[in-house]
């Protein structure tokens, strides 16, 4: 298909030098403040490999957390997959036992479209959580400390996938 081409700025439209510097400056602040990590390998269910692409943790008060979990068809033939609404991936928080402690399927409003993915042999496709506050994960019921966190999707059985810990803490 056609390249994407740079949009043309005209020399009136340019912001000033303070304001490029300014903006550089808090973007690299906000990257500074991020801790991003990818984890181990993915699974693979009918052909195609889900994998946590990325485990972001904001470093903000209190801390965010966003997932990227990418779809890779992995055999020799097209695939197709059908999630059953428009929450394609969702983010559990567990404490110390095996259940778990909070679950973003159970707090969140979904569209009640289903989503089908197409992928070529060889395709990737990525769908994000977004970012969560841990004021939502912990709400008024959950001690603040350490939890693991996973991403699960649900294309006919549940993929759940470690995604990472993160030090969950509220005022």
């Known amino acids: 298909m056609g390249q994407k081409r740079e949009p043309r700025v005209s ?3 340019k912001p000033p030098s303070w304001l ?5 400056l808090l973007s690299t602040a906000g990257f500074a403040a991020c801790q991003t990590s990818t984890t181990g390998p993915g699974r693979l269910v009918g052909g195609l490999t889900y994998s946590v692409a990325s485990f972001v943790v904001a470093e903000s008060f209190p801390v965010q957390i966003g997932i990227t979990v990418q779809i890779e068809n992995t055999s020799a033939t097209s695939r197709s997959v059908t999630f059953p609404d428009g929450c394609v991936v969702l983010m559990r928080a567990y404490g110390e036992g095996t259940e778990p402690a909070w679950d973003m399927g159970s707090a969140v409003g979904c569209t009640m479209a289903l989503v089908q993915v197409d992928l070529a042999p060889g395709e990737i496709e990525e769908f994000q959580t977004g970012l969560v506050s841990a004021q939502t994960i912990l709400g008024e019921d959950l001690p603040n400390g350490d939890y ?4 699960y999707l649900r294309p006919g059985e549940i993929v759940e996938l470690e995604a990472g810990t993160a030090d969950l803490a509220v005022p």
């Open 148 to 151: 693991r966190i996973t991403v």
């Open 20 to 24: 490029a510097v300014c903006g550089t």
């Open 11 to 13: 020399c009136w439209m």
